[in-house]
């Protein structure tokens, strides 16, 4: 009988320790299901004084094609690019594109470590997975880098075009072609995102920096990795390579623009950072808490990838700097409406 009776005591503390538990869980997800649905206010954001370049002024964001405008053309394309700068209804701030290595130690376009998702290499190579660093830039020559392209109406335009069919807007891109495309056309801004990681992605970084600071264009670079050992790397060898925050960073900072700490200090002028879901459930980046502490500190806020309207609208709403979107048509026309 007493063995009975401790047993029920037994699962009866049991249930409430498992409620309390329940209870503590509910609540921080009730928290964080606020903070992720939380929107400041125009007016919650403090215009600060400052000799940031990248730090947008009259409330108006910079306008980014985000993969050179990747929604309405194939994406790292020279054809993408021409539309933006040939677009008479549009103008583009700022290109954000991303460089691979190529076997030959060339700077080419491309967002994925693979070939697969935007080309034909599957049918022009024969090999799944296919590494630009496996191929010489001539060799990437041959694919279509719009086959997989496929526009709002869920046309796929190019898909068909094979071999000699295919322009020389649809082949692959290198980096130094397009600067002289786009500088030839009045220069712009640019966010270049290195996608190597290692010792590749150090080298990459070596030929990068090469290049701009022979155009001169290093003051019109925010350089950009997902690689904390690449951003580490232009740290020691390239200090005047300005950069944006890696993903230690960016939590570094949101720790201390949450305290408003006093002993926050930054190597980056910018961050790059999502709004969007599910992002925003984990940490929402998009408030002026986020804003005020980076401006004050002289950080650029850039948020990538925006093609929602309304988020459009609320960032642009609030003194974000840059706004990073497929369509970059769309705004455009929203900011200057």
Known sequence: MKTQVKTKKKRHTLRKVLCVILAIILVIAAADAVMALHHS??????????????????NKPFV???????????EESMMAFENCVKNKDFNVDVFEFDLHITKDRQLVLLHDDTLDRTTDSLEVFGVEEAKPEDYTYDELRKLNIGAKFEDEKGNMPYASLKGDEVPETLKIVKVDDLLDYLESNGGYDYIIEIKNGGELGKKSVDILYNILSQRNLLDKVIFGTFNEEVSLYVDAHHPDLKRSATIN??????????????????????????????????????????????????????????????ELEYLASIGADCIMSDFPDKLYKMIHK
């Open 249 to 310: 960073e960016v939590l570094e900072f949101y720790r201390a623009a949450m305290t408003d700490s006093e002993y926050f200090e930054a190597k980056y002028i910018a961050l790059q950072i999502p709004y969007n879901l599910p992002y925003r459930c984990i940490v929402n980046l998009g408030t002026a808490k986020v804003i005020n502490y980076a401006h004050k500190h002289n950080i650029a806020v850039q948020y990538w990838t925006i093609n929602n309207d309304n």
């Open 64 to 74: 980014s094609a985000h993969r050179c405008g990747g929604g309405i053309m194939p």
């Open 41 to 58: 206010k125009p007016g919650d954001i403090i215009q600060y004084e400052t000799d940031n370049r990248y730090i947008a002024k009259g």
